[in-house]
């Protein structure tokens, strides 16, 4: 079973990320299904799918699967999964939309690209439909253009670039945890 865990930086103390668990699924699900055009995978994702997804997540090593909480509210989502000695980046979704523009996913995603480039690889990608509008904002982020294939781009992070984040990862979840759970 996969040890629960959270990501947090002093830079921006209000995003944590925090590993996907069971109860997180039907946002998931919903999330991705009402954004399903923007991927590679565009059927309608079922609540079953969902669960089957979950658990077979659950045993996959080196694949990890954040929620993008924001003081305590799930806003969105980010992973990233370990191929062939690089860090391949897949369902970045800004769940609630009234939470774009104010860079809660940016920081998200600097966070993750921090853990990422100390704790696993220097070697951090992604692949995008080229229709998808995240295309500008990853480069806003400083993923660069490494190669364009029929339909997508494979983007690549600009390690140079890129200002890393200090941060602290902590084993449990957040309601357990004193010092960032809820709040009394």
Same mark, same amino acid.
């Given at each position: 079973?996969?040890?629960?865990?959270?990501?947090?930086?002093?830079?921006?103390?209000?995003?944590?990320?925090?590993? +996907?668990?069971?109860?997180?699924?039907?946002?998931?699900?919903?999330?991705? &299904?009402? /954004? %399903?055009?923007?991927?590679?995978?565009?059927?309608?994702?079922?609540?079953?799918?969902?669960?089957?997804?979950?658990?077979?997540?659950?045993? %996959?090593? &080196?694949?990890?699967?954040?929620?993008?909480?924001?003081?305590?509210?799930?806003?969105?989502?980010?992973?990233?999964? #370990?191929? &062939?000695?690089?860090?391949?980046?897949?369902?970045?979704?800004?769940?609630?939309?009234?939470?774009?523009?104010?860079?809660?996913?940016? /920081? +998200? #995603?600097?966070?993750?690209?921090?853990?990422? /480039?100390?704790?696993?690889?220097?070697?951090?990608? #992604?692949?995008?439909?080229?229709?998808?509008? +995240?295309?500008?904002?990853?480069?806003?982020?400083?993923?660069?253009?490494?190669?364009?294939?029929?339909?997508? #781009?494979?983007?690549?992070?600009?390690?140079?670039?890129?200002?890393?984040?200090?941060?602290?990862?902590?084993?449990? &979840?957040?309601?357990?945890?004193?010092?960032?759970?809820?709040?009394?």
């Amino acid at each position: 079973m996969r040890k629960e865990f959270f990501l947090k930086s002093k830079n921006f103390a209000n995003v944590i990320l925090k590993t +996907a668990e069971e109860k997180d699924c039907e946002n998931l699900r919903q999330w991705k &299904n009402a /954004h %399903r055009s923007l991927f590679f995978f565009q059927d309608i994702i079922s609540s079953d799918q969902q669960q089957k997804w979950f658990q077979e997540y659950l045993e %996959r090593q &080196n694949d990890y699967m954040f929620m993008v909480v924001y003081k305590f509210i799930p806003i969105g989502c980010m992973g990233f999964r #370990l191929i &062939n000695g690089e860090a391949d980046i897949y369902n970045v979704i800004l769940g609630r939309p009234a939470m774009g523009g104010k860079g809660l996913m940016s /920081h +998200a #995603l600097r966070l993750m690209c921090s853990y990422i /480039h100390s704790e696993w690889t220097p070697q951090i990608a #992604l692949k995008v439909l080229k229709t998808n509008p +995240a295309v500008k904002w990853y480069k806003m982020n400083h993923f660069e253009e490494s190669a364009s294939q029929p339909g997508f #781009l494979q983007l690549r992070l600009n390690i140079k670039n890129f200002k890393f984040c200090e941060w602290e990862k902590t084993n449990g &979840n957040l309601s357990n945890t004193p010092k960032i759970g809820r709040p009394s």
